[in-house]
């Protein structure tokens, strides 16, 4: 009987995952240590200095081992963003007093969408056990979370393709929901179909109208092509699934398709190669943020039609220097020609600069509104 002579290298490896695994977990206790100082001196959690330089410097060790620049920079980058996650957690436990064990999650579709994957990170940043609610509409989600049948609601708001999801941007006028929360998570889009499938075989394939939009130019390389439009991602997987045929495919992401034994005959082939949607989380009461953590606070106002009005709110947030990350309008319903505005800006609600901001904002504005006040996603080191 011959051994493998790999046999002897791959126990080595794996020895040395083990002792990797091992140093990672101290890292984090670690971390954990630094919260608790930080907390009791009232340092914040990032320093983005610091992790820039920590960066270059292992990068310059790294030479020494012959290691990749990009390697070392997208795996500490991913530690990084590990141990801030965790401080910011440990950090808003303390603050708000509620440390969650388990905790019921809506969002859009069937297991295997893009919005399932979002929420099921947002609940390993935040509790230890997820319990599933798939939604058939964004109306659902709002109303699941509203009636308190589930603790959060996970929804895309925007994506950097194609832009804002209007219809959440609508059903956020009519809500007493707050958005407790964000996530940006990148898409690959991949075309699915069953196994042993060849790409020139299909003339059908199902999606939610959002990928289809944000894969525009890779489409008008199949104009025989059927597009037909589905709930979500996950439905539309789920269908190319039930169908069982060589003909149809679906658009969506590789780990759900992996769910409805689909393969991947292209992937990556978005307008924009960074293909990101962010997400927003929902719940029925606002949080506290710590002001030791980077804070965005989402407002809803509306203005009068005089000439200028927009302007003269925009410059009340430039007087007290806050930053505006999204400007978005949206008709009013009911109201032909009336319209709101949905702000993104940087800073703690409860700042003073926020407050002051508000408050003269209030006189001004015909409506304002506070959509909720939560810790910014952009935590990812940069060099």
Same mark, same amino acid.
């Given at each position: 009987?011959?051994?493998?002579?790999?046999?002897?290298?791959?126990?080595?490896?794996?020895?040395?995952?083990?002792?990797?695994?091992?140093?990672?977990?101290?890292?984090?206790?670690?971390?954990?240590?630094?919260?608790?100082?930080?907390?009791?001196?009232?340092?914040?959690?990032?320093?983005?200095?610091?992790?820039?330089?920590?960066?270059?410097?292992?990068?310059?060790?790294?030479?020494?081992?012959?290691? $990749?620049?990009?390697?070392?920079?997208?795996?500490?980058?991913?530690?990084?963003?590990?141990?801030?996650?965790?401080?910011?957690?440990?950090?808003?436990?303390?603050?708000?007093?509620?440390?969650?064990?388990?905790?019921?999650?809506?969002?859009?579709?069937?297991?295997?969408?893009?919005?399932?994957?979002?929420?099921?990170?947002?609940?390993?940043?935040?509790?230890?056990?997820?319990?599933?609610?798939?939604?058939?509409?964004?109306?659902?989600?709002?109303?699941?979370?509203?009636?308190?049948?589930?603790?959060?609601?996970?929804?895309?708001?925007?994506?950097?393709?194609?832009?804002?999801?209007?219809?959440?941007?609508?059903?956020?006028?009519?809500?007493?929901?707050?958005?407790?929360?964000?996530?940006?998570?990148?898409?690959?889009?991949?075309?699915?179909?069953?196994?042993?499938?060849?790409?020139?075989?299909?003339?059908?394939?199902?999606?939610?109208?959002?990928?289809?939009?944000?894969?525009?130019?890779?489409?008008?390389?199949?104009?025989?092509?059927?597009?037909?439009?589905? $709930?979500?991602?996950?439905?539309?997987?789920?269908?190319?699934?039930?169908?069982?045929?060589?003909?149809?495919?679906?658009?969506?992401?590789? $780990?759900?398709?992996?769910?409805?034994?689909?393969?991947?005959?292209?992937?990556?082939?978005?307008?924009?190669?960074?293909?990101?949607?962010?997400?927003?989380?929902?719940?029925?009461?606002?949080?506290?943020?710590?002001?030791?953590?980077?804070?965005?606070?989402?407002?809803?106002?509306?203005?009068?039609?005089?000439?200028?009005?927009?302007?003269?709110?925009?410059?009340?947030?430039?007087?007290?220097?806050?930053?505006?990350?999204?400007?978005?309008?949206?008709?009013?319903?009911?109201?032909?020609?009336?319209?709101?505005?949905?702000?993104?800006?940087?800073?703690?609600?409860?700042?003073?600069?926020?407050?002051?901001?508000?408050?003269?904002?209030?006189?001004?504005?015909?409506?304002?509104?506070?959509?909720?006040?939560?810790?910014? $996603?952009?935590?990812?080191?940069?060099?």
């Amino acid at each position: 009987m011959t051994v493998n002579p790999l046999l002897p290298l791959r126990d080595k490896i794996t020895e040395l995952d083990k002792s990797l695994l091992a140093i990672l977990a101290k890292r984090r206790e670690l971390a954990t240590e630094v919260i608790h100082t930080k907390i009791a001196a009232n340092i914040p959690v990032r320093d983005v200095e610091r992790e820039r330089s920590l960066i270059k410097t292992l990068i310059n060790q790294g030479q020494e081992y012959h290691l $990749d620049e990009l390697f070392i920079k997208r795996l500490y980058q991913i530690i990084i963003e590990d141990s801030v996650l965790l401080q910011q957690k440990i950090l808003q436990e303390k603050l708000n007093q509620d440390t969650i064990i388990s905790a019921k999650v809506a969002f859009l579709g069937p297991k295997g969408s893009y919005s399932h994957s979002a929420a099921r990170r947002y609940a390993s940043n935040h509790f230890e056990q997820m319990i599933e609610s798939g939604c058939a509409t964004f109306k659902d989600i709002f109303e699941q979370v509203e009636k308190g049948l589930v603790n959060y609601g996970v929804l895309p708001i925007e994506n950097s393709s194609s832009g804002s999801i209007n219809e959440v941007y609508d059903l956020l006028q009519k809500t007493n929901l707050h958005i407790i929360g964000e996530l940006s998570l990148p898409i690959d889009h991949c075309i699915l179909a069953i196994p042993n499938t060849q790409l020139d075989q299909i003339n059908t394939v199902y999606s939610h109208p959002q990928p289809f939009q944000q894969c525009s130019h890779f489409l008008e390389n199949f104009p025989h092509w059927k597009i037909v439009y589905c $709930d979500s991602t996950s439905s539309a997987m789920e269908k190319v699934a039930k169908l069982n045929s060589p003909n149809v495919a679906a658009m969506g992401n590789k $780990d759900g398709g992996e769910l409805y034994g689909l393969q991947v005959l292209e992937h990556n082939f978005a307008n924009q190669k960074e293909n990101i949607t962010r997400f927003i989380i929902l719940a029925r009461k606002p949080i506290d943020v710590s002001d030791q953590i980077p804070a965005k606070t989402t407002i809803l106002m509306k203005t009068g039609q005089q000439a200028g009005a927009l302007v003269d709110a925009l410059l009340v947030l430039r007087e007290h220097n806050i930053v505006m990350t999204k400007l978005e309008s949206r008709p009013i319903h009911g109201n032909p020609w009336e319209e709101m505005f949905y702000i993104d800006l940087q800073g703690n609600i409860n700042s003073y600069e926020m407050q002051t901001a508000l408050k003269q904002l209030s006189t001004i504005t015909l409506f304002s509104k506070v959509l909720g006040c939560y810790p910014s $996603d952009s935590i990812t080191a940069v060099i």
